[in-house]
């Protein structure tokens, strides 16, 4: 990568948290009801900790719920933080306004691996777009440890419930991503 390719990238992820600020990033709140209906992987974890007696079923019941009310605002901001840097990627003159709707009309890494087949733009673009929309969205999103503590501070899970918790959570791959 050039030298102003990379300052192009730092101006829009600058760009890209800027116009984050502004808009503000406001958590979305989801009731027992719809966290019930979700999908949830890390159900068997909690489960086990309610049966081995580490945790009560409300606990379990309050971690879930935050659970997914971050990971729905995670979801929610992803669009927001997307269409941010993309702004600022154009901005900068390191993406056309062409190839920055195309990039937000993909579908996934699929489509954006459509977009690299047919040229719209080159496999080293596509990874910095991918780097530069994860970097924006790793300053924003909540983590699962963050949840986890503002349970711990608010009273309702004790410090070594969360630890429990925490390791009784499924690992998550986080490998190299083509595009």
């Known amino acids: ?97 062409s190839q920055s709707d195309a990039i937000a009309a993909a579908d996934g890494r699929q489509g954006m691996r459509g977009l690299v087949r047919s040229g719209v733009v080159t496999r080293e673009l596509a990874r910095e777009v991918h780097a530069a929309v994860k970097t924006a969205m790793d300053a924003v999103a909540t983590k699962p440890e963050a949840v986890l503590a503002s349970l711990v501070s608010a009273g309702t899970i004790t410090l070594s419930q969360a630890d429990a918790i925490e390791a009784a959570r499924p690992a998550r791959e986080h490998g190299p991503r083509a595009a």
């Open 1 to 97: 990568m050039n030298l102003s390719t990379s300052l192009a990238t730092r101006a829009a992820l600058a760009t890209g948290a800027l116009a984050l600020a502004v808009v503000g990033m406001t958590g979305a709140a989801s009731s027992a009801s719809a966290a019930g209906v979700a999908k949830d992987p890390g159900k068997a974890p909690l489960s086990s900790l309610v049966t081995a007696g580490t945790l009560t079923q409300a606990q379990a019941t309050a971690v879930k719920v935050a659970m997914v009310a971050a990971h729905d605002a995670n979801k929610a901001a992803h669009d927001r933080v997307e269409s941010s840097t993309l702004a600022g990627l154009v901005s900068a003159g390191t993406l056309t306004e």
